[in-house]
């Protein structure tokens, strides 16, 4: 196994199943989110999955392909309530077309998710099924989680991590989770990649936080210091708020370039771009007890530890 073979693999596998239909207005932007590229993470997991439970990357594409189809569809979503101008360094869907094409065009790629799911055909389909219903739902409530907290003064810790994992690490979870199961793995064994997958899940998201405020604009293809212009309660805004009483008032600076460049300036000095990689090496280690936990269960795990490898120094 390797990620960029499985990487390759799906993308081949996109390709060759483009969305395609009529009205063009409403497939045009289907196919832009999907091929604006991306790391791929949740089909590469989903692959993986079924090849260390005995299965192969092949059996598990109908699968992988759901989980970036919704994966995507959630984007084309998202971006319109965070009114979001770039994606992956260029224009959403929202933007390139029109808010009500853009949420048309998501609606569309959520049916098209349940459809590759129901063309799989392995005894665990329904099982499978029930697990992604689950996950999608649990995916909306992470996101209405996220826009009430930007309406609230204060948010403890404890609520964005609950708000997280639901938002973003429980598709990781269902991703490598129904591989497994698309292989008839025994379900210790599959909760345990579960668990694994919710672990860096984490971690991936203590790394977005972090790439938002620290990082390379020009790596990540997002503005820099996106989620400081929106105020959003992020990890590091509750922590800022716990460790500084001047915390609003930075967020309270009208000129988001300046506030920007402020935050940044203060949380650096206050070592937060440090606490927060920290607090993403606590999910990592966590993923890699579970791994030597699954490694006693028979599972190979050098696959899964090359993607949180790939996933704890990635930049963008």
Same mark, same amino acid.
């Given at each position: ?21 009529? &009205? ?18 949740r &089909? ?5 999955g ?5 299965g ?26 965070d ?16 808010? &009500?094409t ?7 790629l959520? #049916?098209?998710?349940?459809?590759s ?25 992470g996101q ?18 609950q708000?997280?994992?639901f938002k ?67 990890w ?23 506030? #920007?460049?402020?935050?940044?300036k ?27 936990s699954?490694?006693?269960?028979? #599972? ?10 790939f ?6």
């Amino acid at each position: 196994m390797s990620i960029s073979r499985l990487h390759g693999l799906y993308v081949e596998y996109l390709q060759k199943n483009a969305f395609q239909g009529h &009205p063009k207005n409403l497939y045009d932007p289907m196919r832009y989110i999907m091929e604006l590229g991306g790391k791929r993470i949740r &089909p590469i997991l989903c692959m993986t999955g079924s090849e260390i439970c005995g299965g192969t990357a092949e059996m598990a594409l109908p699968i992988a392909h759901a989980m970036e189809v919704f994966h995507n569809f959630s984007l084309v979503h998202d971006d319109i309530m965070d009114r979001a101008d770039q994606r992956r360094g260029l224009p959403t869907v929202h933007k390139k077309w029109n808010e &009500p094409t853009a949420i048309l065009a998501g609606d569309n790629l959520l #049916v098209k998710a349940y459809e590759s799911i129901l063309s799989f055909g392995g005894e665990q389909r329904d099982a499978i099924l029930g697990l992604f219903s689950k996950t999608a739902t649990e995916v909306c409530e992470g996101q209405q989680d996220d826009m009430d907290f930007a309406e609230r003064n204060e948010v403890s810790e404890a609520e964005y991590l609950q708000m997280i994992q639901f938002k973003t690490a429980v598709l990781l979870g269902c991703s490598l989770a129904s591989g497994a199961m698309v292989a008839n793995a025994k379900q210790e064994i599959i909760d345990g990649l579960y668990e694994f997958a919710i672990a860096i899940g984490m971690n991936f998201q203590m790394m977005d936080d972090y790439l938002d405020a620290f990082g390379d604009a020009g790596k990540t293809g997002k503005i820099s210091g996106g989620d400081i212009m929106e105020g959003k309660k992020t990890w590091l805004y509750i922590k800022s708020m716990e460790m500084h009483a001047d915390t609003t008032l930075w967020f309270n600076e009208t000129d988001l370039s300046k506030r #920007v460049t402020l935050v940044q300036k203060q949380w650096i000095e206050m070592g937060l771009d440090q606490l927060i990689l920290a607090k993403s090496k606590e999910y990592n280690q966590r993923g890699l007890d579970i791994l030597s936990s699954l490694s006693t269960m028979g #599972v190979k795990t050098d696959g899964l530890l090359e993607i949180l490898d790939f996933l704890a120094g990635r930049t963008h």
